[in-house]
């Protein structure tokens, strides 16, 4: 076979000088910045600097055991998110350790920025949180999505894609970020990551946007598609080479699913259209990277003031005692699933299986 080829359209266009300074500035736009001006500049000159012979990564070292190449340097951040994973993954394991299920607020809503109050969502995390916390050996991670919204210096940047490219070529954890070169730091993905790996259950509640997930919910779950089929070794690809990463795939790749065997829950809300597709579209991407829905009772989808005005919406929430009772019947459903796998109790009926078509 020959070797595959990777597909180019156009020369990487870089900024000027003082399109990338007009970006810079714009940070620093309060007239607070004014008095250091001059050291700002400095500040400027570096930053350019990284950016113009591209220094994505400044820090690295050797991957050392373990990579198919250990003398090979790779970033240091994403060695210390890997060696965070492999932590969590050792405590998840461990027979000892408590049941964590991890609830998702998928609500970028917050009361302490511009809408002013706290989500609906929130308020139905907190019920499945009390609930999961009321039963003996379960402790709850609570990954609030909202504070993307409510924080400074916190981000998740979009996926690019690079499982298009080849998979090998997506890592695991992701290596695409931080890219110190273009500015893009603090990506809360480093600390995601071992969450969701630390987790033996994991409990997703959201309201529809425009029949989607939220937006800021949705980054994360794109930021996950490297857990499914995602390159552990950093090293096999010399970091993004694509026609290494392509061979590999077409020497033979196993699309580990570094996810799988956990079970979730998912719990949507809308007012007028949506939550019924949206709670589809979440369950079936939770069951594509191996993941063990709770069943009927732990995948809900309703309604919060349907055709109401969005005024009195959590005067509608609290008058619907109904289903506050059915999001805690759903985290329960989820613990009790939780248990099952844990103590052997829980056998997929697809054991022993392989899918004809891996992807």
């Given at each position: 076979m020959p070797?595959p080829?990777?597909?180019?359209?156009?020369?990487?266009a870089?900024l000027?000088?003082?399109?990338?300074?007009?970006?810079?500035?714009a940070?620093?736009?309060?007239?607070?910045?004014?008095?250091?001006?001059?050291e700002?500049?400095?500040?400027?000159?570096?930053?350019w600097?990284?950016?113009?012979?591209y220094?994505?990564?400044?820090?690295?070292?050797p991957?050392?055991?373990?990579?198919?190449?250990?003398?090979?340097?790779?970033?240091?951040?994403w060695?210390?998110t890997?060696?965070?994973?492999?932590?969590?993954?050792?405590?998840?394991?461990?027979?000892?350790?408590?049941?964590r299920?991890?609830?998702?607020?998928?609500?970028?809503r917050?009361?302490?920025?511009c809408?002013?109050?706290?989500?609906k969502?929130?308020?139905l995390?907190?019920?499945?949180?009390?609930?999961?916390?009321?039963?003996?050996?379960?402790?709850?991670?609570?990954?609030?999505?909202?504070?993307?919204?409510?924080?400074?210096?916190?981000e998740?940047y979009?996926?690019?894609?690079?499982?298009?490219?080849?998979q090998?070529?997506?890592?695991w954890?992701?290596?695409?970020?931080?890219?110190?070169?273009?500015?893009?730091?603090s990506?809360?993905?480093?600390e995601?990551?071992?969450?969701?790996?630390?987790?033996?259950?994991?409990?997703?509640?959201c309201?529809?946007h425009?029949?989607?997930?939220?937006?800021?919910?949705?980054?994360?779950?794109?930021?996950?598609?490297?857990?499914?089929?995602?390159?552990p070794?950093?090293?096999?690809?010399?970091?993004k080479?694509?026609?290494?990463?392509?061979?590999?795939?077409?020497?033979?790749?196993?699309?580990?699913?570094?996810?799988?065997g956990?079970?979730?829950?998912v719990?949507?809300?809308g007012?007028a259209?949506?939550p019924?597709?949206l709670?589809?579209?979440?369950?079936d991407?939770l069951?594509?990277i191996?993941?063990?829905s709770?069943?009927?009772?732990?995948?809900?989808?309703?309604w919060?003031g349907?055709?109401?005005?969005?005024a009195?919406?959590?005067?509608?929430?609290?008058?619907?005692?109904?289903?506050?009772?059915?999001?805690?019947?759903?985290?329960e459903?989820?613990?009790?699933?939780v248990?099952?796998?844990r103590?052997?109790?829980?056998?997929a009926p697809?054991?022993?299986?392989?899918?004809?078509?891996e992807?």
């Amino acid at each position: 076979m020959p070797a595959p080829d990777v597909r180019k359209e156009s020369p990487y266009a870089e900024l000027t000088k003082e399109e990338y300074r007009k970006r810079f500035y714009a940070r620093f736009y309060d007239p607070a910045f004014d008095e250091v001006a001059g050291e700002l500049e400095k500040v400027f000159e570096k930053a350019w600097d990284g950016y113009h012979v591209y220094r994505k990564s400044p820090r690295r070292e050797p991957a050392g055991p373990g990579f198919a190449e250990p003398a090979y340097e790779v970033p240091s951040e994403w060695l210390r998110t890997r060696a965070a994973i492999h932590a969590a993954e050792m405590r998840q394991k461990d027979p000892a350790s408590k049941s964590r299920i991890l609830i998702v607020n998928g609500s970028t809503r917050s009361e302490h920025t511009c809408p002013g109050e706290i989500s609906k969502t929130r308020r139905l995390a907190h019920a499945a949180q009390a609930a999961i916390e009321a039963i003996p050996n379960f402790e709850v991670d609570f990954l609030d999505i909202s504070t993307l919204a409510d924080e400074p210096l916190k981000e998740i940047y979009p996926c690019k894609a690079c499982v298009s490219t080849a998979q090998p070529l997506c890592h695991w954890p992701c290596s695409c970020y931080p890219n110190h070169a273009l500015g893009q730091s603090s990506d809360w993905m480093a600390e995601i990551y071992p969450r969701w790996s630390a987790a033996h259950g994991v409990m997703i509640l959201c309201p529809v946007h425009w029949y989607q997930a939220p937006a800021s919910l949705k980054l994360m779950i794109d930021r996950l598609v490297c857990a499914d089929g995602g390159n552990p070794d950093f090293t096999s690809t010399h970091g993004k080479d694509p026609a290494r990463a392509k061979q590999i795939e077409l020497d033979g790749w196993d699309y580990p699913k570094h996810l799988a065997g956990r079970a979730f829950s998912v719990v949507t809300h809308g007012d007028a259209a949506g939550p019924e597709n949206l709670r589809r579209m979440l369950t079936d991407w939770l069951t594509d990277i191996g993941m063990i829905s709770a069943g009927p009772s732990a995948t809900l989808d309703t309604w919060i003031g349907w055709y109401e005005p969005y005024a009195t919406s959590h005067a509608a929430l609290d008058e619907d005692k109904d289903l506050f009772i059915e999001v805690a019947q759903a985290a329960e459903t989820l613990a009790n699933l939780v248990t099952q796998i844990r103590t052997g109790k829980y056998q997929a009926p697809d054991a022993g299986l392989k899918a004809p078509r891996e992807k």
